[in-house]
Protein backbone atom coordinates (compact mmCIF):
# COMPACT_ATOMS: atom_id res chain seq x y z
CA UNK A 1 0.00 0.00 0.00
CA UNK A 2 1.07 3.64 -0.71
CA UNK A 3 2.19 5.46 2.70
CA UNK A 4 1.59 8.59 0.60
CA UNK A 5 -2.07 7.91 0.28
CA UNK A 6 -2.99 6.52 3.69
CA UNK A 7 -1.63 9.52 5.24
CA UNK A 8 -2.52 12.27 3.15
CA UNK A 9 -5.70 11.19 1.08
CA UNK A 10 -7.71 8.97 3.33
CA UNK A 11 -9.31 11.81 5.18
CA UNK A 12 -11.48 12.02 1.89
CA UNK A 13 -11.84 8.78 1.16
CA UNK A 14 -14.90 8.00 2.60
CA UNK A 15 -16.52 11.27 1.54
CA UNK A 16 -15.42 10.52 -2.39
CA UNK A 17 -17.25 7.04 -2.37
CA UNK A 18 -20.86 8.53 -1.66
CA UNK A 19 -22.79 8.34 -4.73
CA UNK A 20 -22.98 11.30 -7.24
CA UNK A 21 -26.22 13.26 -7.75
CA UNK A 22 -27.47 11.71 -11.53
CA UNK A 23 -30.69 14.69 -11.18
CA UNK A 24 -29.20 18.28 -12.49
CA UNK A 25 -32.96 19.40 -11.28
CA UNK A 26 -31.84 18.27 -7.20
CA UNK A 27 -32.45 20.90 -4.48
CA UNK A 28 -28.51 21.40 -4.16
CA UNK A 29 -28.99 23.73 -1.28
CA UNK A 30 -29.89 21.13 0.84
CA UNK A 31 -26.50 19.24 0.37
CA UNK A 32 -24.66 20.33 3.39
CA UNK A 33 -26.06 22.49 6.50
CA UNK A 34 -22.51 24.25 7.23
CA UNK A 35 -18.92 24.26 6.05
CA UNK A 36 -16.03 22.95 8.55
CA UNK A 37 -13.88 25.63 9.35
CA UNK A 38 -11.01 23.42 10.67
CA UNK A 39 -7.80 22.83 7.90
CA UNK A 40 -8.36 19.07 8.44
CA UNK A 41 -11.95 19.05 8.13
CA UNK A 42 -11.68 21.81 5.02
CA UNK A 43 -9.48 19.49 3.47
CA UNK A 44 -11.53 16.31 3.58
CA UNK A 45 -14.42 18.11 2.01
CA UNK A 46 -12.42 19.20 -0.90
CA UNK A 47 -11.35 15.75 -1.64
CA UNK A 48 -14.99 14.47 -2.72
CA UNK A 49 -14.24 17.44 -5.19
CA UNK A 50 -10.88 16.00 -6.23
CA UNK A 51 -11.59 12.31 -6.36
CA UNK A 52 -15.15 12.43 -8.36
CA UNK A 53 -13.17 11.32 -11.12
CA UNK A 54 -11.93 7.84 -9.59
CA UNK A 55 -15.09 5.92 -10.37
CA UNK A 56 -15.71 6.59 -14.16
CA UNK A 57 -11.75 6.66 -14.37
CA UNK A 58 -11.48 3.28 -12.96
CA UNK A 59 -13.78 1.34 -15.37
CA UNK A 60 -16.56 2.87 -17.55
CA UNK A 61 -15.05 6.01 -18.42
CA UNK A 62 -12.12 3.93 -19.90
CA UNK A 63 -14.51 1.58 -21.58
CA UNK A 64 -16.13 4.55 -23.71
CA UNK A 65 -12.70 6.27 -24.79
CA UNK A 66 -10.68 3.29 -25.65
CA UNK A 67 -13.08 0.85 -27.00
CA UNK A 68 -13.95 3.55 -29.17
CA UNK A 69 -11.15 4.06 -30.05
CA UNK A 70 -8.27 2.24 -32.90
CA UNK A 71 -6.71 0.76 -29.16
CA UNK A 72 -8.64 -2.61 -27.98
CA UNK A 73 -11.89 -4.29 -29.37
CA UNK A 74 -14.00 -6.07 -27.02
CA UNK A 75 -14.80 -9.62 -27.41
CA UNK A 76 -17.07 -12.43 -25.98
CA UNK A 77 -16.69 -15.77 -24.75
CA UNK A 78 -19.48 -17.66 -25.79
CA UNK A 79 -22.54 -15.70 -23.66
CA UNK A 80 -20.05 -14.81 -21.37
CA UNK A 81 -19.08 -11.17 -21.24
CA UNK A 82 -21.69 -10.04 -23.74
CA UNK A 83 -23.69 -7.97 -20.72
CA UNK A 84 -25.98 -6.12 -23.07
CA UNK A 85 -23.45 -5.12 -25.67
CA UNK A 86 -22.11 -2.49 -23.77
CA UNK A 87 -18.50 -3.52 -24.65
CA UNK A 88 -19.05 -4.68 -28.20
CA UNK A 89 -21.77 -1.74 -28.64
CA UNK A 90 -18.44 0.47 -27.98
CA UNK A 91 -15.86 -1.22 -30.18
CA UNK A 92 -18.27 -0.83 -32.83
CA UNK A 93 -19.42 2.45 -32.83
CA UNK A 94 -23.09 1.57 -32.37
CA UNK A 95 -23.67 2.75 -28.28
CA UNK A 96 -26.55 3.79 -27.37
CA UNK A 97 -28.26 5.50 -24.43
CA UNK A 98 -28.46 2.87 -22.05
CA UNK A 99 -25.14 1.27 -22.43
CA UNK A 100 -23.20 1.27 -19.36
CA UNK A 101 -19.75 2.55 -20.66
CA UNK A 102 -21.84 5.79 -20.43
CA UNK A 103 -24.02 5.29 -17.29
CA UNK A 104 -21.55 7.59 -15.38
CA UNK A 105 -22.47 11.43 -16.43
CA UNK A 106 -23.92 11.29 -12.85
CA UNK A 107 -20.77 10.94 -10.90
CA UNK A 108 -19.12 14.19 -13.34
CA UNK A 109 -22.90 16.38 -12.68
CA UNK A 110 -22.60 15.26 -8.95
CA UNK A 111 -18.92 16.67 -8.19
CA UNK A 112 -19.65 20.09 -10.02
CA UNK A 113 -22.30 20.57 -7.52
CA UNK A 114 -20.34 19.70 -5.03
CA UNK A 115 -17.81 22.27 -6.30
CA UNK A 116 -20.33 25.06 -6.74
CA UNK A 117 -21.53 24.30 -3.00
CA UNK A 118 -17.80 24.76 -1.75
CA UNK A 119 -17.59 28.19 -4.11
CA UNK A 120 -20.31 29.36 -1.80
CA UNK A 121 -19.53 28.23 1.03
CA UNK A 122 -16.10 29.23 1.36
CA UNK A 123 -17.54 32.50 0.82
CA UNK A 124 -18.34 33.46 -2.79
CA UNK A 125 -16.89 33.34 -6.73
CA UNK A 126 -13.94 35.22 -6.00
CA UNK A 127 -11.23 32.81 -6.76
CA UNK A 128 -8.97 34.37 -4.54
CA UNK A 129 -8.76 32.15 -1.80
CA UNK A 130 -6.93 29.18 -2.31
CA UNK A 131 -9.67 26.02 -2.12
CA UNK A 132 -12.11 28.57 -4.18
CA UNK A 133 -9.21 28.21 -7.16
CA UNK A 134 -8.89 24.44 -6.55
CA UNK A 135 -12.97 24.30 -6.87
CA UNK A 136 -12.83 26.57 -10.12
CA UNK A 137 -10.08 24.05 -11.58
CA UNK A 138 -12.16 21.02 -10.49
CA UNK A 139 -15.30 22.50 -11.97
CA UNK A 140 -13.91 23.24 -15.39
CA UNK A 141 -12.34 20.05 -15.64
CA UNK A 142 -15.79 18.64 -15.12
CA UNK A 143 -17.08 20.19 -17.42
CA UNK A 144 -14.68 19.26 -20.64
CA UNK A 145 -14.65 16.17 -19.14
CA UNK A 146 -18.61 15.84 -19.94
CA UNK A 147 -17.94 18.59 -23.25
CA UNK A 148 -15.77 16.07 -24.31
CA UNK A 149 -17.68 13.26 -24.34
CA UNK A 150 -21.23 14.31 -24.72
CA UNK A 151 -20.92 17.82 -26.44
CA UNK A 152 -23.28 20.51 -25.99
CA UNK A 153 -23.30 20.54 -21.78
CA UNK A 154 -24.61 22.53 -19.01
CA UNK A 155 -22.68 25.31 -17.78
CA UNK A 156 -23.16 24.90 -14.15
CA UNK A 157 -21.78 28.18 -12.78
CA UNK A 158 -23.63 28.66 -9.59
CA UNK A 159 -26.04 26.56 -6.74
CA UNK A 160 -29.21 25.55 -8.91
CA UNK A 161 -32.61 26.05 -7.18
CA UNK A 162 -35.11 23.63 -6.44
CA UNK A 163 -37.03 24.50 -9.27
CA UNK A 164 -34.36 26.08 -11.80
CA UNK A 165 -34.34 24.29 -15.45
CA UNK A 166 -31.12 23.57 -16.45
CA UNK A 167 -30.38 23.83 -20.16
CA UNK A 168 -27.32 22.57 -22.24
CA UNK A 169 -25.51 25.01 -23.72
CA UNK A 170 -23.46 24.78 -27.34
CA UNK A 171 -19.90 23.85 -26.87
CA UNK A 172 -18.46 26.57 -27.94
CA UNK A 173 -20.09 28.27 -25.31
CA UNK A 174 -19.14 25.62 -22.92
CA UNK A 175 -15.33 25.81 -24.14
CA UNK A 176 -15.08 29.16 -23.41
CA UNK A 177 -16.55 29.22 -19.61
CA UNK A 178 -13.51 26.12 -19.04
CA UNK A 179 -11.55 28.69 -20.06
CA UNK A 180 -12.41 31.62 -18.32
CA UNK A 181 -12.58 29.49 -15.24
CA UNK A 182 -9.04 28.23 -15.67
CA UNK A 183 -7.76 31.84 -15.75
CA UNK A 184 -9.73 32.70 -13.29
CA UNK A 185 -7.64 30.28 -11.00
CA UNK A 186 -4.29 30.41 -12.22
CA UNK A 187 -4.17 33.96 -12.26
CA UNK A 188 -5.36 34.18 -8.68
CA UNK A 189 -2.67 33.23 -7.34
CA UNK A 190 -4.20 30.69 -5.54
CA UNK A 191 -3.54 27.23 -7.18
CA UNK A 192 0.08 25.70 -5.52
CA UNK A 193 3.40 25.53 -7.92
CA UNK A 194 4.23 22.87 -5.74
CA UNK A 195 4.67 19.23 -6.67
CA UNK A 196 5.01 17.02 -3.97
CA UNK A 197 2.79 14.33 -1.87
CA UNK A 198 0.83 17.16 -0.54
CA UNK A 199 -0.61 18.50 -3.87
CA UNK A 200 -0.51 15.15 -5.68
CA UNK A 201 -3.67 14.41 -7.03
CA UNK A 202 -4.87 17.52 -6.49
CA UNK A 203 -5.23 20.70 -8.69
CA UNK A 204 -2.56 23.01 -9.09
CA UNK A 205 -1.31 25.80 -11.47
CA UNK A 206 0.61 22.94 -13.50
CA UNK A 207 -2.52 20.89 -13.78
CA UNK A 208 -4.59 23.72 -14.65
CA UNK A 209 -2.27 24.61 -17.09
CA UNK A 210 -2.04 21.54 -18.93
CA UNK A 211 -5.63 21.10 -18.84
CA UNK A 212 -5.75 24.89 -20.85
CA UNK A 213 -3.17 23.16 -23.51
CA UNK A 214 -5.66 20.02 -23.88
CA UNK A 215 -8.54 22.46 -24.51
CA UNK A 216 -6.73 24.90 -26.85
CA UNK A 217 -5.51 21.77 -28.66
CA UNK A 218 -8.84 20.45 -29.58
CA UNK A 219 -10.35 24.32 -29.93
CA UNK A 220 -11.37 23.69 -33.19
CA UNK A 221 -13.05 20.78 -32.32
CA UNK A 222 -14.80 22.33 -29.74
CA UNK A 223 -16.03 25.46 -31.44
CA UNK A 224 -17.00 23.73 -34.73
CA UNK A 225 -20.54 25.09 -35.30
CA UNK A 226 -21.67 20.79 -35.23
CA UNK A 227 -19.47 17.59 -34.39
CA UNK A 228 -20.26 16.49 -37.67
CA UNK A 229 -18.95 19.15 -39.58
CA UNK A 230 -15.25 19.03 -37.84
CA UNK A 231 -12.64 18.56 -39.84
CA UNK A 232 -8.85 19.23 -39.09
CA UNK A 233 -8.11 21.63 -41.80
CA UNK A 234 -10.14 24.21 -39.30
CA UNK A 235 -8.27 27.18 -38.08
CA UNK A 236 -7.43 26.89 -34.17
CA UNK A 237 -7.21 30.76 -33.09
CA UNK A 238 -5.55 29.11 -30.09
CA UNK A 239 -2.40 26.92 -31.03
CA UNK A 240 -0.09 29.80 -30.22
CA UNK A 241 -1.96 29.93 -26.17
CA UNK A 242 -1.31 26.28 -26.39
CA UNK A 243 2.52 27.11 -26.89
CA UNK A 244 2.16 29.64 -24.18
CA UNK A 245 1.38 27.39 -21.59
CA UNK A 246 3.41 24.44 -22.72
CA UNK A 247 6.48 26.56 -22.25
CA UNK A 248 5.20 27.53 -18.92
CA UNK A 249 4.84 24.27 -17.77
CA UNK A 250 8.37 23.24 -19.42
CA UNK A 251 10.37 26.37 -17.91
CA UNK A 252 8.97 25.67 -14.22
CA UNK A 253 11.65 22.94 -14.13
CA UNK A 254 8.97 20.79 -11.95
CA UNK A 255 8.63 17.66 -14.48
CA UNK A 256 10.89 15.75 -16.55
CA UNK A 257 11.04 12.13 -18.40
CA UNK A 258 14.11 11.14 -16.07
CA UNK A 259 11.66 7.65 -14.89
CA UNK A 260 11.65 4.52 -17.25
CA UNK A 261 8.37 4.24 -18.90
CA UNK A 262 7.50 0.94 -17.69
CA UNK A 263 8.06 1.96 -13.85
CA UNK A 264 5.73 4.69 -14.39
CA UNK A 265 2.97 1.89 -14.54
CA UNK A 266 3.21 -0.04 -11.86
CA UNK A 267 1.63 -0.48 -8.48
CA UNK A 268 4.52 1.93 -6.94
CA UNK A 269 3.70 4.54 -8.88
CA UNK A 270 2.77 7.96 -7.31
CA UNK A 271 4.27 11.69 -7.23
CA UNK A 272 7.48 10.76 -7.46
CA UNK A 273 7.13 10.08 -10.64
CA UNK A 274 8.76 13.43 -12.54
CA UNK A 275 6.47 13.11 -15.64
CA UNK A 276 2.94 13.11 -14.22
CA UNK A 277 1.72 16.25 -13.87
CA UNK A 278 -1.69 15.28 -12.51
CA UNK A 279 -2.97 11.57 -11.88
CA UNK A 280 -5.67 10.31 -9.73
CA UNK A 281 -4.53 8.02 -7.15
CA UNK A 282 -5.80 4.34 -6.54
CA UNK A 283 -4.78 1.71 -3.91
CA UNK A 284 -6.29 -1.52 -3.57
CA UNK A 285 -7.70 -1.21 -0.06
CA UNK A 286 -8.24 2.29 0.65
CA UNK A 287 -8.91 4.14 -3.07
CA UNK A 288 -10.59 1.32 -5.15
CA UNK A 289 -11.76 1.29 -8.46
CA UNK A 290 -8.92 0.92 -10.45
CA UNK A 291 -9.20 -2.56 -12.42
CA UNK A 292 -7.48 -2.28 -15.79
CA UNK A 293 -5.73 -5.60 -15.92
CA UNK A 294 -8.81 -7.42 -15.51
CA UNK A 295 -10.40 -6.55 -19.02
CA UNK A 296 -6.92 -6.26 -20.70
CA UNK A 297 -4.53 -9.76 -19.58
CA UNK A 298 -4.98 -12.79 -20.76
CA UNK A 299 -7.97 -14.36 -19.31
CA UNK A 300 -6.55 -16.92 -17.94
CA UNK A 301 -3.26 -15.84 -16.57
CA UNK A 302 -4.00 -16.73 -12.98
CA UNK A 303 -2.80 -20.41 -13.32
CA UNK A 304 -1.89 -22.67 -15.79
CA UNK A 305 -5.20 -24.79 -15.70
CA UNK A 306 -4.24 -27.24 -13.16
CA UNK A 307 -4.28 -24.87 -9.98
CA UNK A 308 -0.17 -24.23 -10.74
CA UNK A 309 1.13 -20.78 -11.06
CA UNK A 310 0.45 -18.40 -13.68
CA UNK A 311 1.57 -16.07 -15.91
CA UNK A 312 3.58 -14.13 -13.73
CA UNK A 313 5.02 -17.07 -11.74
CA UNK A 314 2.17 -17.51 -8.83
CA UNK A 315 -1.06 -18.60 -8.46
CA UNK A 316 -3.84 -16.35 -7.87
CA UNK A 317 -7.09 -16.65 -6.74
CA UNK A 318 -8.83 -14.99 -9.36
CA UNK A 319 -8.48 -14.85 -13.45
CA UNK A 320 -9.56 -11.98 -15.04
CA UNK A 321 -12.03 -10.92 -17.76
CA UNK A 322 -9.60 -10.39 -21.00
CA UNK A 323 -12.15 -9.30 -23.23
CA UNK A 324 -10.21 -6.17 -24.32
CA UNK A 325 -7.95 -6.96 -27.14
CA UNK A 326 -5.79 -5.07 -29.14
CA UNK A 327 -6.47 -4.03 -32.20
CA UNK A 328 -4.06 -5.08 -35.23
CA UNK A 329 -3.90 -1.27 -36.27
CA UNK A 330 -2.44 -0.55 -32.59
CA UNK A 331 -0.34 -3.48 -32.19
CA UNK A 332 1.49 -2.54 -35.58
CA UNK A 333 2.82 0.64 -34.10
CA UNK A 334 4.81 -1.28 -31.09
CA UNK A 335 7.26 -2.28 -33.70
CA UNK A 336 10.57 0.32 -33.39
CA UNK A 337 13.69 -1.60 -32.77
CA UNK A 338 14.59 -0.86 -28.93
CA UNK A 339 11.59 0.78 -27.88
CA UNK A 340 10.62 0.30 -24.29
CA UNK A 341 7.13 0.73 -24.82
CA UNK A 342 6.86 -2.46 -27.10
CA UNK A 343 7.02 -4.86 -23.59
CA UNK A 344 3.31 -3.52 -22.72
CA UNK A 345 2.28 -5.84 -25.64
CA UNK A 346 1.40 -9.44 -25.03
CA UNK A 347 1.40 -11.44 -27.83
CA UNK A 348 2.67 -14.56 -30.35
CA UNK A 349 4.13 -17.44 -28.28
CA UNK A 350 4.05 -15.80 -24.47
CA UNK A 351 6.57 -16.37 -21.72
CA UNK A 352 6.07 -16.47 -18.15
CA UNK A 353 6.97 -12.90 -16.06
CA UNK A 354 8.27 -11.95 -12.41
CA UNK A 355 5.56 -10.47 -10.81
CA UNK A 356 7.85 -7.98 -8.49
CA UNK A 357 9.98 -6.89 -11.17
CA UNK A 358 7.69 -7.25 -13.97
CA UNK A 359 10.51 -8.90 -16.57
CA UNK A 360 9.98 -11.53 -19.06
CA UNK A 361 11.60 -14.48 -18.18
CA UNK A 362 12.47 -17.69 -20.48
CA UNK A 363 10.10 -19.92 -19.27
CA UNK A 364 7.33 -20.43 -21.84
CA UNK A 365 3.62 -20.22 -20.63
CA UNK A 366 1.63 -23.55 -21.14
CA UNK A 367 -1.54 -23.87 -19.80
CA UNK A 368 -3.27 -27.14 -20.16
CA UNK A 369 -0.16 -28.17 -20.96
CA UNK A 370 -0.59 -26.01 -23.96
CA UNK A 371 1.95 -23.41 -25.19
CA UNK A 372 -0.10 -20.04 -25.21
CA UNK A 373 -0.30 -18.25 -28.02
CA UNK A 374 -1.85 -15.21 -29.33
CA UNK A 375 -2.91 -14.10 -32.65
CA UNK A 376 -2.72 -10.75 -33.93
CA UNK A 377 -6.12 -10.82 -35.86
CA UNK A 378 -9.27 -11.58 -34.21
CA UNK A 379 -11.40 -15.19 -36.18
CA UNK A 380 -14.90 -14.65 -35.04
CA UNK A 381 -16.81 -18.33 -34.83
CA UNK A 382 -19.29 -16.69 -36.94
CA UNK A 383 -18.50 -14.18 -39.43
CA UNK A 384 -19.84 -10.62 -38.94
CA UNK A 385 -21.10 -11.71 -35.33
CA UNK A 386 -21.95 -8.27 -33.61
CA UNK A 387 -21.67 -10.33 -30.71
CA UNK A 388 -18.24 -10.72 -31.57
CA UNK A 389 -18.13 -14.20 -29.99
CA UNK A 390 -15.08 -16.34 -30.21
CA UNK A 391 -15.71 -18.41 -28.17
CA UNK A 392 -15.04 -19.48 -24.73
CA UNK A 393 -11.87 -22.04 -25.22
CA UNK A 394 -8.86 -22.38 -25.13
CA UNK A 395 -8.59 -21.11 -29.48
CA UNK A 396 -11.06 -18.10 -28.34
CA UNK A 397 -9.13 -16.90 -25.44
CA UNK A 398 -5.83 -16.95 -27.55
CA UNK A 399 -7.75 -14.66 -30.40
CA UNK A 400 -5.73 -11.19 -30.23
CA UNK A 401 -2.83 -8.99 -28.25
CA UNK A 402 -3.72 -8.43 -24.81
CA UNK A 403 -2.01 -5.34 -23.12
CA UNK A 404 0.08 -5.30 -19.63
CA UNK A 405 0.87 -1.65 -19.23
CA UNK A 406 -0.81 -1.70 -16.07
CA UNK A 407 1.28 -3.81 -13.71
CA UNK A 408 -0.32 -5.77 -10.66
CA UNK A 409 0.77 -7.55 -7.54
CA UNK A 410 -0.73 -10.52 -6.17
CA UNK A 411 -2.48 -9.28 -3.34
CA UNK A 412 -4.99 -7.07 -5.95
CA UNK A 413 -6.47 -10.73 -7.14
CA UNK A 414 -6.41 -12.73 -3.72
CA UNK A 415 -7.14 -10.12 -1.52
CA UNK A 416 -8.73 -7.15 -3.31
CA UNK A 417 -11.06 -8.55 -5.56
CA UNK A 418 -9.05 -7.67 -8.56
CA UNK A 419 -8.86 -3.69 -7.48
CA UNK A 420 -5.12 -2.42 -8.34
CA UNK A 421 -2.79 0.37 -6.67
CA UNK A 422 -1.57 1.73 -9.87
CA UNK A 423 -2.40 5.59 -10.02
CA UNK A 424 -3.35 6.88 -13.18
CA UNK A 425 -1.59 9.88 -14.81
CA UNK A 426 -4.12 12.26 -16.91
CA UNK A 427 -1.88 15.25 -17.80
CA UNK A 428 1.56 14.46 -18.47
CA UNK A 429 4.73 16.27 -19.06
CA UNK A 430 5.36 13.59 -22.25
CA UNK A 431 1.90 14.81 -23.41
CA UNK A 432 3.00 18.95 -23.31
CA UNK A 433 6.13 18.34 -25.24
CA UNK A 434 4.19 16.19 -27.99
CA UNK A 435 1.20 18.68 -28.05
CA UNK A 436 3.68 21.78 -28.29
CA UNK A 437 5.28 20.01 -31.69
CA UNK A 438 1.63 19.22 -33.14
CA UNK A 439 0.77 22.71 -32.36
CA UNK A 440 3.96 24.25 -33.94
CA UNK A 441 2.98 21.39 -36.78
CA UNK A 442 -0.48 23.14 -36.99
CA UNK A 443 1.16 26.45 -37.60
CA UNK A 444 1.48 27.95 -34.07
CA UNK A 445 4.82 30.05 -34.00
CA UNK A 446 8.18 28.21 -32.45
CA UNK A 447 9.42 29.50 -29.16
CA UNK A 448 12.65 28.52 -27.41
CA UNK A 449 14.57 27.05 -29.60
CA UNK A 450 12.38 24.03 -29.80
CA UNK A 451 11.41 22.40 -32.83
CA UNK A 452 8.64 19.62 -33.94
CA UNK A 453 11.28 17.58 -34.33
CA UNK A 454 13.48 18.28 -30.99
CA UNK A 455 10.54 18.01 -29.13
CA UNK A 456 9.55 14.73 -30.17
CA UNK A 457 13.16 13.10 -29.93
CA UNK A 458 12.76 14.32 -25.94
CA UNK A 459 10.23 11.07 -26.38
CA UNK A 460 11.94 8.75 -28.13
CA UNK A 461 15.54 9.64 -26.16
CA UNK A 462 13.83 8.26 -23.36
CA UNK A 463 12.47 5.39 -24.25
CA UNK A 464 15.36 4.41 -26.14
CA UNK A 465 13.30 4.47 -29.43
CA UNK A 466 14.87 5.69 -32.53
CA UNK A 467 15.05 9.02 -32.81
CA UNK A 468 14.18 11.14 -36.11
CA UNK A 469 16.70 13.05 -38.06
CA UNK A 470 14.15 15.42 -40.35
CA UNK A 471 10.96 17.27 -38.93
CA UNK A 472 7.81 14.94 -38.22
CA UNK A 473 4.94 14.99 -39.87
CA UNK A 474 1.78 15.01 -37.89
CA UNK A 475 1.11 11.44 -38.82
CA UNK A 476 3.79 10.87 -36.92
CA UNK A 477 2.92 12.95 -34.09
CA UNK A 478 -0.68 10.85 -33.99
CA UNK A 479 1.50 7.97 -33.71
CA UNK A 480 3.90 8.58 -31.34
CA UNK A 481 0.63 9.57 -29.20
CA UNK A 482 -0.56 5.95 -30.05
CA UNK A 483 2.50 4.72 -28.50
CA UNK A 484 3.46 6.93 -25.60
CA UNK A 485 -0.23 7.17 -24.64
CA UNK A 486 -1.65 3.87 -25.09
CA UNK A 487 -4.64 2.90 -22.37
CA UNK A 488 -4.59 6.02 -21.17
CA UNK A 489 -7.38 7.97 -21.87
CA UNK A 490 -6.67 10.29 -24.76
CA UNK A 491 -6.42 8.18 -28.15
CA UNK A 492 -10.08 9.03 -28.89
CA UNK A 493 -10.17 12.70 -28.78
CA UNK A 494 -6.38 12.46 -30.64
CA UNK A 495 -8.31 10.91 -33.39
CA UNK A 496 -11.21 13.34 -33.62
CA UNK A 497 -8.72 15.92 -33.57
CA UNK A 498 -6.56 14.25 -36.56
CA UNK A 499 -10.37 13.67 -38.48
CA UNK A 500 -9.72 9.67 -38.10
CA UNK A 501 -11.78 8.90 -35.92
CA UNK A 502 -13.98 7.54 -38.61
CA UNK A 503 -11.17 5.39 -40.17
CA UNK A 504 -11.11 1.23 -40.51
CA UNK A 505 -9.60 -1.19 -37.95
CA UNK A 506 -10.28 -4.32 -36.20
CA UNK A 507 -13.87 -5.53 -37.73
CA UNK A 508 -15.55 -2.65 -36.90
CA UNK A 509 -16.36 -1.62 -40.57
CA UNK A 510 -16.66 -5.25 -41.37
CA UNK A 511 -19.96 -5.25 -38.78
CA UNK A 512 -20.81 -2.10 -38.80
CA UNK A 513 -20.11 -0.33 -42.27
CA UNK A 514 -22.40 2.60 -41.34
CA UNK A 515 -19.06 3.89 -38.65
CA UNK A 516 -17.79 4.99 -41.79
CA UNK A 517 -20.13 7.70 -42.28
CA UNK A 518 -21.92 8.55 -39.02
CA UNK A 519 -19.70 11.00 -37.68
CA UNK A 520 -22.23 12.41 -35.33
CA UNK A 521 -20.68 9.40 -33.23
CA UNK A 522 -18.07 11.62 -31.90
CA UNK A 523 -19.76 11.90 -29.09
CA UNK A 524 -21.86 9.59 -27.48
CA UNK A 525 -25.84 9.67 -26.14
CA UNK A 526 -26.83 11.11 -22.99
CA UNK A 527 -27.60 8.30 -20.55
CA UNK A 528 -31.26 7.12 -20.51
CA UNK A 529 -31.38 8.25 -16.53
CA UNK A 530 -29.94 11.67 -17.56
CA UNK A 531 -32.26 12.60 -20.17
CA UNK A 532 -35.45 11.22 -17.69
CA UNK A 533 -34.25 13.61 -14.43
CA UNK A 534 -34.10 16.39 -17.41
CA UNK A 535 -37.53 15.96 -19.39
CA UNK A 536 -36.33 19.86 -21.27
CA UNK A 537 -33.29 18.04 -22.50
CA UNK A 538 -32.96 16.71 -26.33
CA UNK A 539 -30.65 13.70 -26.92
CA UNK A 540 -27.94 14.26 -29.37
CA UNK A 541 -28.68 13.95 -32.82
CA UNK A 542 -28.41 10.23 -34.27
CA UNK A 543 -29.15 8.96 -30.76
CA UNK A 544 -32.77 10.12 -30.98
CA UNK A 545 -34.50 7.74 -33.09
Partial sequence: MKS??????????LLSSVTACTDLDVDIKSTYTSYPTTEIATEAKMADLYYGFRGPLGRRYTEAAWLSSDEFSAVTFGGNWYDGGNYVHATLHTSNPDDAHIDWLGDITGTITKCNQAIVDLGGDKATDESIAKALTMRAFYHFIFMDMFGDTPILDHVIGADEAVVRSPRAEVAAFIESDLLRAINSGGLSENVNASTYGKPTKWMAEALLVKLYLNWAVYTSSDVAN?????????????????????????????????????????????????A??????????????????????NNNGSGGAGLFGVTLSKNAGGIFTITPEAADRFSLAGDERNEIILKDE??????????KTTTPYLYNGQRVVLTKNITLLTPGDASMNVGDNFNGWNQGYRCIKWGLQAADYDTYNRNQSNDVPIFRYADILL?????????????????????????????????LTTAPTLQ??????????????????????????????????????????????????????????????????????
Fill in 230 to 278: YEPTLTNAKLNDAVAYCDEIIKSGKFDLSDSYRKKFMPDNGYQIKDFIY
Fill in 476 to 545: DILDERGREFFSEMWRRNDLIRFGQFENDWGLKHVINSAAKTQKWRRIFPIPTNVMNSNTNWTQNTGYNK
Fill in 280 to 301: MPYDNATAQGMTYARFQYWPKF
Fill in 435 to 467: MKAEAILRGATATNGDTPMSLFNQIRSYVKAPT
Fill in 4 to 13: YIKNTLFTGL
Fill in 350 to 359: LFTYNISTFA
